[in-house]
């Protein structure tokens, strides 16, 4: 009977953790840390630089980040494009960045943007007081992607501030990079909107979520209770 119960708490708990962690996972093209000694400098005084990316799963682009080393702090503009087609889907929005040397500096997206599958959108960041870049040159020789979602990972510049690189080409990377979201889904409405203002409009999936593990450990509680009287 021991037994049979420590399986129990065991399984229920293992459910709990389940419901409780959202499945959301972010994905970036490089890895978090890098070598300051092995970044070099763009070539042909460029003021944009850009990332050029598709992916096999869709998903959610949240933020951007750029690898910053000494001396570039400062305004920058960023502009995210459909490369396909030339257009920018958003943007562009003014960056600056402070108090960050030889790392990622981040700006998150006043609205995440739909990323999807078979298309390729271009990440697009100036900085219209500098004409110097970071650059891993030749880095995808002995490199993969810090994700495996990622499809293509072209780097591409330009002369020009705001305006989508055509010169695009897989030698190394610019330090434009992404952070991409997976497995966060929007529920599918089942009734037409109400028309009322809402009452509580923090009340989401995370509430659901919240009162589904409260019954569940309300279960749990009674269930080992069961058990242990019948264990008496």
Known sequence: MKKRL???????????VTVSNAAITEHSVLPDSINAADVGG???????????????????????RLWVAAGRSGLHTVSIWDVDTGTKLTGPFNWTIENVS???????????????TGKSYGVVISDNTSTWMSALHGYWTNHTPSSDVFVTYHRGFSGAADVLPTNWNTDGTYMVDVVFTTGE????????????PASNPSTSDSSVAFIVLIVMAASAFFMVRRLTKENA
Do not use: H, R
């Not at 763009?42 to 050029?52: A, D, F, V």
């Open 6 to 16: 420590l399986i129990l708490v065991l399984v229920l708990c293992a459910m709990l």
């Open 42 to 64: 763009g070539q042909e005084n460029p003021i944009t630089s850009g990332l050029n990316f598709s992916v096999n799963t869709p998903g959610k682009l949240t933020k951007v």
């Open 102 to 116: 030889n790392d990622w500096a981040y700006f998150t997206l006043p609205n995440a943007l739909d990323i999807q």
């Open 185 to 196: 889904a929007d529920p599918e409405p089942t009734t037409p909107p109400s028309t009322e």
